[in-house]
């Protein structure tokens, strides 16, 4: 089976334009979730969808925005590129969106790396 | 959130077992511990979780202590393909059925030969 695709696998932006990231999760989970990854430090996370609503998010500006299909795809949105937004974004999928099911992994892509000049 | 140490950094001889502590003295009864490790900024991959009692897999052992404040991810026979940043997290469970993963800053294991 495939796991979580991201696209694409690199960007580069400059500061004040926008982006969309774009994530594919595993073939029958219903949960996706997005984190921020500095570079020399752990993802920090952005937000979770469960079957096409937001059910949680993180410390992070309006800027940032996302949503998820029908077919549980999910994108990331950032307007206003700000040089300290250059980072790997990562999205993980998983089966359910409870946090209180132990059978919760999220399994992670490969991750965008986006450049910000 | 409760939060995580660890060691920034640990070195672990090829054949050998690495043991990888954390301290999570905050954790909530609620809150599950999780390992996942990360190599060359790929993206993390899942290791193993556990609430209360020990729990191992193909890749790994958990040994949680009784009082729930601190955990040992053991990699039995560690190879040079184990080299990687390694976090051990809390899963925090958010309003309504939502959960986020909150990672620290990991510890950098070098397999070495």
């Known amino acids: 089976d495939a796991g979580v695709t991201q696209s694409p696998t690199h960007l580069i932006k400059t500061r004040g334009q926008h982006v969309t990231l774009r994530c594919s999760p595993i073939?029958?989970?219903?949960?996706v979730s997005w984190y921020q990854q500095v570079l020399g430090q752990g993802p920090q996370f952005i937000f979770q969808y469960y079957e096409k609503e937001e059910r949680g998010r993180g410390n992070f500006p309006d800027r940032f925005s996302a949503r998820q299909f029908p077919n549980y795809s999910s994108e990331l949105n950032v307007n206003a590129l700000l040089l300290g937004d250059s980072a790997l974004y990562l999205c993980a999928s998983s089966y359910y969106g409870s946090g209180r099911s132990s059978y919760n992994e999220q399994f992670f892509g490969p991750g965008t790396r986006l450049t910000v000049l | 959130d409760a939060k995580t140490t660890q060691p920034p950094s640990m070195d672990c001889a090829e054949g050998r077992a690495a043991n990888l502590p954390c301290n999570h003295s905050t954790i909530s009864g609620n809150e599950y511990v999780y390992w996942y490790r990360q190599i060359h900024s790929q993206g993390p991959q899942y290791i193993i979780h556990?609430?209360?009692n020990n729990e191992t897999n193909e890749m790994a052992s958990l040994i949680i202590t009784e009082d729930r404040k601190s955990s040992t991810l053991i990699l039995p026979h560690a190879t040079l393909r184990d080299t990687a940043v390694y976090y051990c997290?809390?899963?925090?469970?958010?309003?309504?059925?939502?959960?986020?993963?909150?990672f620290g800053t990991g510890t950098r294991l070098q397999v070495t030969l």
């Open positions: 556990g609430l209360k």
């Open positions: 997290i809390v899963r925090t469970p958010m309003s309504g059925t939502a959960s986020k993963l909150t």
């Open positions: 073939s029958g989970h219903k949960s």
